[in-house]
């Protein structure tokens, strides 16, 4: 159960996009169409902000979008705000209810 | 409107226990699928339980196999997270969250402090 990894940090300027990426292995990601990210802001909880590899939750700005290629999935916030500067995690199935989460990116909007 | 909300957070000593619960609303545990995350100060996310909506199947980290045990009322519509034999390590605040679709609905947190 070692967790998925993701950058650091990502930063954009507003408008800008930016894509966080998180990598595992064909026994979570690769082999899972359950990834989800979250994103949390400071002493807040975390709230889904896509399901299911691409799914938006109703409610999540269409600016918010998920795809997988291989063993990495990735976010991809396009046209980026002032208010989406959080940290993000990503989380996959890793088979027999075992989930496991990211190790987190924090997004700075410069 | 659907509502989760943590409680029995506190300070206990290494080797000690404390039982958490998460009371819901706005559905029934009957029907869906739980999970605990927990969050050490300053880090990341950790998933540390998940019990299936008929309570067929549970799981467990690693990190907590052995020490914690997952468990429901359905009566009482709550969830809990018995955890024993607690470590240093285990300090951190947990969340209980709804599965599927994703884990879309989460509580707002209990601290646990285990510590001398």
């Known amino acids: 159960q070692s967790a998925l990894t993701q950058p650091r940090s990502v930063s954009g300027s507003p408008g800008q996009s930016v894509t966080i990426s998180c990598t595992g292995t064909s026994s979570d990601v690769g082999g899972s169409n359950y990834v989800s990210w979250y994103q949390q802001h400071p002493g807040k909880a975390p709230k889904l902000m896509i399901y299911?590899?691409?799914q938006r939750p109703s409610g999540v700005p269409d600016r918010f979008s998920g795809s997988k290629s291989g063993n990495t999935a990735s976010l991809t916030i396009s046209g980026l705000q002032a208010e989406d500067e959080a940290d993000y995690y990503c989380c996959s199935f890793a088979g027999s209810y075992i989930f496991v989460f990211g190790t987190g990116t924090k997004v700075t909007v410069l | 409107q659907v509502q989760l909300v943590e409680s029995g957070g506190g300070v206990v000593q290494p080797g000690g226990s404390l039982r958490l619960s998460c009371a819901v609303s706005?559905?029934?545990?009957?029907?869906?699928?739980m999970h605990w995350v927990r969050q050490a100060p300053g880090k990341g996310l950790e998933w540390v339980a998940f019990?299936?909506?008929?309570?067929?199947?549970?799981q467990y980290a690693d990190s907590v196999k052995g020490r914690f045990t997952i468990s429901r009322d359905y009566s009482k519509n709550t969830l809990y997270l018995q955890m024993n034999s607690l470590r240093n390590e285990d300090t951190a605040v947990y969340y209980c969250?709804?599965?599927?679709?994703?884990?879309?609905?989460w509580g707002r947190g209990t601290l646990v402090t285990v510590s001398s």
């Open positions: 969250a709804k599965n599927k679709p994703g884990m879309g609905y």
């Open positions: 706005g559905f029934t545990l009957s029907s869906s699928g």
């Open positions: 019990i299936q909506y008929d309570g067929s199947n549970e």
């Open positions: 299911d590899v691409s």
